[in-house]
């Protein structure tokens, strides 16, 4: 700073000329860019302004130095305003999508098949055959005439209907994923059950009329 402002002399009444005020207006500048600086060279510095001295000599001249004088006037200049630029937010890679697992290629039901009668049955079998198998995750959902049939075993596709009345019936299956979404859809099978009436002469539970006592 010394450099750029060592001493500046501002003229008296009887020196003043037209350019001078330009010249001191200059030697301001300069006082100014060089607090700029030193505030850019040291922007954890204490001091945030630039001091300048100035004084009137006995001749009347006016005297601007970055150095202490006796009887200077203490100026404090206050650097250029500087800014901070704005963050530009960091956009967000969003994740990609998990890749879609590959369809059921196949996906019905083997057992009972269609049409299928069972007479007098203790329970039917329903059986689900899926291609590729059962993936992790996914379940599959079965119905008789639109109730819930549990597994009979841990595979996830055998489940078995007990006592089943008689008369038809329909056995649907879905495959669900852990979302509950349906991914794969069985088609329906009707079967039937056959029992013997009460009413036939070879039902166990028949009521026959007694027989009469021999002799009579």
Known sequence: MRNALSRYVEPGPRTRRPGLLAAMLTAMLAVMLAGAAALAADPGGSSGATTTYRWVDAQGVVHYSDTPQPGAQKLEIAPAQTFQPTPVPTAQTESAPAPAADPYTTC???????????????????????????????????????????????????????????????????????SGRTVCTAQAVIFYVRRPSVDSPQSPTAQHPASAPPGR
């Open 108 to 178: 019905l039901i083997t057992q009972p098949e269609a049409q299928q009668s069972f007479y007098a049955p203790d329970s039917v079998p329903v059986t689900l055959q899926l291609a590729p198998d059962l993936r992790p995750g996914d379940h599959v959902q079965v119905t008789y005439d639109g109730q819930s049939v549990a597994p009979a075993d841990d595979s996830g596709v055998n489940f078995q209907i007990d006592m089943p009345v008689r008369g038809q019936h329909t056995v649907a299956a879905n495959v669900m994923d852990g």
